[in-house]
């Protein structure tokens, strides 16, 4: 059974940072690429940022050069590093296995200023 548990998701103010993590079960996770998206209220949820099974990292233009996305194969984890954070930042992130396309439950993270 695969299993997709994100964590890390809070309260910051504007300017802070959070790191999301994201551990997955039940596959080989080192041969999978995996994707963070993130959901505002009202509005479609969206690609943040993407890493292949080699590393290659891709991200969604409103996050470049303050998202960071990484993966530790070693502990079945993507992580998401989140500095400068904005208040349009305010969403539920959801971690993504593509191709399998399997979804964790999300986490919160708010931003206030």
């Known amino acids: 059974q695969v299993q997709v548990v994100e964590s890390g998701g809070g309260l910051v103010q504007v300017g802070g940072s959070l790191r999301l993590s994201c551990v997955v079960s039940g596959i080989d996770f080192r041969y999978y690429a995996m994707d963070w998206y993130y959901q505002a209220p009202g509005k479609q949820r969206e690609l943040v940022a993407g890493?292949?099974?080699?590393?290659?990292?891709s991200y969604a233009d409103s996050m470049k050069g303050r998202f960071t996305i990484s993966r530790d194969n070693a502990k079945n984890t993507v992580y998401l590093q989140m500095n400068s954070l904005k208040a349009e930042d305010t969403a539920v992130y959801y971690c993504?296995?593509?191709?399998?396309?399997?979804w964790g439950q999300g986490t919160q993270v708010t931003v206030s200023s």
């Open positions: 890493i292949t099974s080699t590393g290659r990292t």
């Open positions: 993504h296995v593509q191709r399998l396309d399997y």
